[in-house]
């Protein structure tokens, strides 16, 4: 059965870094695109950025692209999502998703298995 676990979200000034991992098991995770979605308190849960299966292709929101990165480990089962500069904006629960997708795809709709997600806390 698949399973995803994010871990790596924490408390950190503006301006600072956290890297966030989401390790999945029970799927043959070379198949599987990964997404990241965050929801902030009283707000719709949005896409942050997508990795396809292998790791080809990546797309992000406007608000991270060029302050987050997304990676793959295929031999790990995990997926990093490094995020830098960090705003308060960028306040909220951090949730991977996998989906047996193949290509980058940033649509909540797409994705059937999620993991519990992380907090990260951008404060000043």
């Known amino acids: 059965q698949l399973q995803l676990v994010e871990s790596g979200g924490g408390l950190v000034q503006p301006g600072g870094s956290l890297r966030p991992s989401c390790a999945a098991s029970g799927i043959t995770f070379e198949y599987y695109t990964i997404a990241w979605f965050r929801q902030a308190p009283g707000k719709d849960r949005e896409a942050v950025s997508c990795i396809s299966s292998s790791g080809g292709t990546t797309n992000y929101a406007d608000s991270v692209k060029d302050r987050f990165t997304i990676s793959r480990d295929n031999a790990k089962n995990t997926v990093y999502l490094q995020m830098n500069s960090l705003e308060p904006e960028d306040t909220a629960v951090y949730y991977c998703?996998?989906?047996?997708?193949?290509?980058?795809?940033?649509?909540?709709?797409?994705?059937?298995?999620w993991g519990q997600g992380t907090q990260v806390t951008v404060f000043s």
């Open positions: 998703a996998a989906g047996f997708l193949g290509i980058c795809m940033m649509s909540q709709d797409h994705f059937r298995s």
